[in-house]
């Protein structure tokens, strides 16, 4: 499996002892990558994953889907996770040594999906602690992947590619309007629009799917995020993303609309009621679960699992 990343850095002069450095990290990188192939090389054509959010919690309902979630991602033969923000409750880590990394994460977790790739993002909560601390430790962890605050991603499919845009959407929440969080504040939200834009009119990938912490359409607790209904949703429906993938909510909501399968999955630790009842899809207040997705060339199969196992909701979209 391929993941090439690309995100949005500035270039910067390079002296010889940068490039000596490079070089060393190159050959660190590759040699990494070929024993990583080990484990996550597959043989069909299907690209299989889950996305779960808002999970570091610490409780009873976090272990009982992470305990499923390792049963089922292995028997499907899962190759990485997708993490959609607010990793850690409340405040997310203070540092990349942070012992809720351990205690939170790789603890509960433990077992066949920590020996894959998590590709993750920048929820409110690890906002409320050192975001940056979440780009420090996927520098020094063989899993975690989050290389910038927001970046982009593909995974072959037989001959083609499958593009994953990971956006950091906390620029746009409303509980960070007014520069209540000077981290927040620092983020420059025009331009990493301009970025995703440009980065799917680069793409020619098989299915373009976009994941942000903050929902565009929710029946949930919090509802709809307006800045991402104004500014994000023209350039998914721009591009035809199949589908937007997010948390925020604890919940799970599929809700299908212009053309686009919005997938909420926040109920990794959590539950909570609420929500304007509005007709949707599918969506569960009470159980705690993920959800799962099958990509062939041809169609995206999604599951919405809780920690018994159940399937709660499916659905499928063959390739327009
Ligand atoms: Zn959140």
Redesign the pocket.
């Known amino acids: 499996m391929i993941s090439s990343f690309k995100t949005d850095r500035p270039s910067r002069l390079r002296t010889p002892v940068v490039y000596a450095w490079m070089c060393v990290g190159i050959a660190i990188v590759f040699l990494s990558s070929c024993q990583r192939k080990d484990v996550n090389s597959v043989s069909d054509s299907t690209l299989r994953f889950q996305i779960i959010g808002?999970w570091g919690t610490d409780s009873p309902e976090q272990r009982a889907v992470a305990t499923r979630l390792n049963a089922q991602a292995e028997a499907d033969g899962s190759q990485f996770t997708l993490s959609v923000?607010?990793h850690f409750y409340p405040n997310g880590v203070s540092s990349a040594t942070d012992s809720r990394w351990q205690s939170s994460f790789l603890d509960v977790y433990a077992g066949y999906v920590t020996r894959r790739d998590w590709f993750a993002i920048l929820?409110?909560?690890d906002y409320y602690g050192n975001a940056q601390a979440q780009i420090d430790y996927a520098a020094r962890s063989s899993i975690w992947r989050m290389p910038a605050r927001y970046y982009s991603f593909t995974k072959a499919l037989d001959d083609r590619e499958v593009l994953f845009v990971c956006l950091d959407t906390n620029p746009f929440a409303a509980e960070f309007a007014g520069g209540k969080s000077p981290d927040v504040t620092k983020q420059d939200g025009p331009r990493q629009l301009r970025w995703a834009d440009s980065v799917l009119t680069a793409s020619r990938a098989t299915w373009k799917i976009v994941l942000g912490?903050?929902p565009i359409y929710s029946a949930g607790f919090h509802g709809d995020t307006p800045d991402l209904k104004r500014l994000l949703l023209p350039i998914l429906k721009k591009h035809k993303v199949t589908a937007y993938l997010c948390?925020?909510e604890h919940d799970l909501q599929h809700i299908e609309q212009e053309g686009i399968h919005f997938v909420v999955s926040?109920a990794g630790g959590q539950t909570r009621l609420g929500g304007d009842n509005r007709p949707v899809a599918f969506q569960e207040k009470q159980k705690a679960g993920y959800a799962f997705m099958t990509l062939s060339t041809d169609t995206l199969r999604c599951k919405f699992y809780d920690a018994g196992g159940n399937v709660l909701h499916r659905f499928t979209q063959v390739r327009k």
Do not use: A, S
Request: hydrophobic letters at 0%; charged letters at 20%; proline letters at 0%.
């Open positions: 808002d923000g607010d929820g409110n909560h912490h903050h948390g925020h926040g």
